[in-house]
């Protein structure tokens, strides 16, 4: 029994002393807190909604043959701008192909008076654009249904906003466009239409967002997925602070100002406005000549020499020979 109450009495022990250790440890670094002095600065501030999104043709048209036949000529290759009106292929029906076959067999001039008078049919552009698609050869035999080519006329981004988003997104706002495959190559862009149907992804309602580029590079490719960062508010003078000097508390924002003989500064209650990834705009509280304290994150606490858990079992120093 004399045994039991031992080892008791020497866990408790061991967890005491945990616990004095641990404060030891966090009263030293809460009280090597170190700041910097810094003071607000002037600037313009953007807030952006950011999302992501896919490379989309405008119009995306199919285009299918007005009869059955046979494809005689393609004249275009996939990645072609064309001109409405252009002729695209050139189509046999199936009549003129079984004719041509067996006026073939007549010898050339036959087969030739026959091209002549019977000719073929003509697929032509409907529409200015690109040749995003082209899925026949020369040889092969299409129906009315087939799809012979798809044209289209400008590529835009369609955007996903989440909807407690989709309030700030307004027509005409400024964007940035990024592709996932390219990221280093960023486009501007512009809000051209905002969908009114919402669609369910991921357990969350979103809106589709048109964003046209004012440009498009390239190797900008249909289906290619994005990042997009909508301008919806912007500051041209508006008095910034880094958001590591701005402590919140619930609705509550605060800066701690310099101030001589009190150590840590002093708390004063500040309204922001708009805040980005860096910066936090600052409406009321301080002015531009306020000197506010900043924790510094370059401090670090020096180690201890040796410093051990006092529960890791420890390795025997060799014995110097």
Do not use: C
């Amino acid at each position: 029994m004399a045994s039991g109450n031992k080892v008791v009495w020497g866990i408790s022990a061991a967890v005491v002393a945990g616990v004095v250790l641990l404060f030891l440890f966090v009263g030293k670094k809460s009280s090597g807190e170190q700041y910097r002095v810094i003071s607000p600065s002037r600037g313009v501030i953007v807030e952006h909604v950011s999302t992501t999104g896919v490379v989309e043709p405008r119009n995306r048209l199919k285009i299918q043959p007005a009869i059955a036949g046979r494809v005689e000529e393609v004249m275009v290759r996939e990645g072609e701008m064309v001109e409405k009106g252009r002729v695209l292929a050139l189509l046999s029906s199936s009549e003129r192909a079984a004719l041509l076959d067996a006026a073939k067999l007549q010898g050339k001039d036959e087969q030739a008076y026959w091209k002549g008078v019977y000719r073929e049919t003509a697929v032509l552009a409907p529409i200015d654009g690109q040749v995003i698609v082209r899925s026949i050869e020369p040889g092969q035999t299409v129906s009315a249904s087939d799809s012979l080519f798809v044209l289209s006329d400008r590529l835009t981004v369609k955007a996903f906003v989440d909807e407690t988003d989709i309030g700030r997104v307004k027509n005409n706002q400024r964007a940035v466009i990024s592709l996932d495959a390219y990221p280093d190559i960023r486009v501007g862009g512009r809000v051209s239409h905002i969908y009114y149907e919402s669609h369910l992804q991921n357990n969350v309602s979103i809106y589709f967002v048109d964003v046209v580029p004012d440009s498009i590079p390239t190797v900008y490719r249909s289906g290619m997925s994005a990042n997009i960062d909508i301008s919806v508010r912007e500051r041209p003078h508006a008095l910034l602070l880094p958001r590591s000097a701005v402590n919140v508390s619930g609705k509550r924002s605060s800066v701690l100002l310099e101030e001589p003989g009190v150590a840590g500064g002093r708390d004063i209650a500040v309204s922001t406005g708009i805040s980005d990834d860096v910066n936090i705009e600052i409406l009321s509280g301080i002015s531009d000549s306020s000197r506010v304290l900043m924790p510094d994150a370059s401090f670090v606490l020096p180690a201890e020499k040796d410093a051990t858990n006092p529960f890791m079992p420890r390795r025997k120093k060799k014995k110097d020979s």
